[in-house]
């Protein structure tokens, strides 16, 4: 029987919540806010959201094996909830937002741990991947836990922080945004002690208008931090100094000029990059500049947090890309897929990478929408067809409507292209085109689904 996390009465009593009490079991073991993945014992947590209201969803909870849930008090009367938890001898934990009782729920689980090495890392791209590198040096000498996935929202990092356990030291979380004040909200649940910045791009900008307030956004991640906690700033971002403004904590810059044990880097092309380190040369797989500049970020938050130079090099060298990350996918073609996600400077740096590498066969682009860019997408578009127009593409492919203000520039320079919103005329045109040895790189954001040609472009039907 798994141990319980809190109990009913503890958790109301921290959060300033109503306790409706029907059965005589006194804690929860797990936590969800889906009645579908509710374990025995566990409490649920009754979101509304656009796409529905998980107080609708309650009984079924309760059928499913939740002890408990925590409920919105205007939704007592209306869903008849007080009846259904009496009739079933269940608890109800009674809010009045439901959003912010679980975040307030995780920040108190997690002051059970005081011993615990909290570490925070938010940016605009390359946190999800910064963090995995983070995780595998720490856990060689550390019991680690982190955030599964990109659960960094402000659900995501509230259910992390449930998977939290006495017998882990170092907790490792990534912290998203796509809302103004998210990242201050999800600062407080964690309150780190290591808190680390990637770099500021124009990810999400549709919700904020500015990099600026981009900026404003991401350095909440320091807010919470006391007189002894860092917090680690890319040196060379543009942003640095506007980050550090008013950041508590000790500030610290961090870069490859700022260590000293780091005696040089070569790449490796696909094959990732080897980094001299402390007089080792450490095999580091994921390919690309904007890789290993993950890897120092990873680097930096490790010193921080006393990691061996043995620690370091195991860890680098134990890391595999994630889906959809900077993958090496090998077989009619070698593709490039790299369409988790995209924005104008991830995207920049993934035509950059492929333009650097030394190819006996042909170069095939296939690009897509970059999402969230709001009254910047024009823009941020057309400046992608500059960079393609330059490029050593010898095929260009453009999926998606908001990609079309590329036209311009790639019609200036005389780049032929082709173009299409529909992926199945996509997948036979670019069927058509490719020959055996091409190198293909897929780039786009996850709305765009572009790895739904993966199986195509390699002759394996069962990649997806």
Not at 141 to 162: A, C, D, I, Q, W
Not at 313 to 324: A, T
Not at 336 to 364: G, H, M, Q
């Amino acid at each position: 029987m798994a141990t319980d996390l809190m109990g009913f009465e503890e958790l109301s009593r921290s959060i300033g919540a109503r306790l409706f009490r029907f059965s005589h079991v006194t804690g929860f073991s797990s936590v969800a806010i889906d009645s579908r993945a509710v374990k025995q014992g566990g409490l649920f947590i009754a979101l509304e959201g656009s796409s529905g209201d998980g107080h609708d969803f309650v009984t079924r909870a309760f059928e499913a094996g939740a002890r408990g849930a925590m409920v919105k008090s205007s939704k007592l009367e209306k869903c008849d909830l007080v009846n259904a938890a009496k009739k079933m001898n269940k608890q109800l934990v009674v809010v009045e937002n439901t959003l912010k009782g679980f975040q307030d729920s995780a920040r108190v689980y997690l002051e059970k741990f005081p011993g615990l090495l909290k570490i925070g890392i938010t940016g605009s791209s390359g946190k999800t991947t910064t963090k995995e590198i983070t995780a595998s040096i720490l856990a060689c000498e550390k019991n680690t836990v982190m955030n599964r996935g990109n659960l960094n929202s402000e659900t995501g990092l509230p259910l992390s922080v449930f998977e939290v356990h006495g017998r882990h030291e170092t907790g490792v979380f990534e912290l998203g945004m796509n809302r103004p004040n998210e990242i201050s909200e999800l600062a407080e649940v964690l309150k780190p002690n290591i808190a680390l910045v990637t770099n500021i791009g124009s990810a999400h900008i549709e919700y904020f208008g500015s990099k600026s307030k981009i900026v404003n956004e991401k350095k909440c991640i320091f807010k919470f931090l006391k007189d002894d906690d860092v917090a680690l700033i890319p040196k060379n971002d543009e942003y640095a100094q506007e980050l550090s403004q008013g950041a508590s904590g000790k500030i610290k810059f961090y870069a490859e000029e700022c260590f000293d044990e780091l005696e040089g880097t070569r790449s490796l092309g696909l094959d990732g990059t080897e980094i001299f380190w402390a007089g080792e040369k450490i095999r580091f797989s994921l390919p690309g500049g904007h890789c290993l500049q993950d890897a120092m970020a990873a680097i930096a938050i490790a010193k921080e947090a006393a990691a061996s130079n043995d620690a370091i090099k195991q860890g680098l060298e134990s890391v595999r890309p994630l889906f959809g990350r900077q993958e090496i996918l090998r077989g009619r073609t070698t593709v490039i897929r790299d369409c988790y996600n995209a924005n104008p400077e991830s995207t920049a740096k993934s035509v950059e990478f492929c333009d650097t590498l030394d190819w006996p066969s042909r170069k095939v682009y296939v690009l897509a929408d970059m999402l969230e860019l709001g009254d910047q997408s024009a823009a941020a578009h057309a400046r992608l067809g500059g960079i393609l127009s330059e490029s050593r593409a010898q095929g260009i492919f453009l999926f998606g409507p908001e990609i079309k203000a590329a036209f311009r520039s790639l019609e200036e320079k005389n780049r032929s292209f082709f173009h299409t919103d529909d992926i199945d005329t996509l997948s036979h045109v670019l069927d058509n085109y490719v020959q055996a040895g091409d190198l293909v790189l897929l780039k786009g954001s996850r709305g765009c689904a572009l790895e739904r040609l993966t199986g195509m472009l390699t002759g394996a039907d069962n990649v997806s």
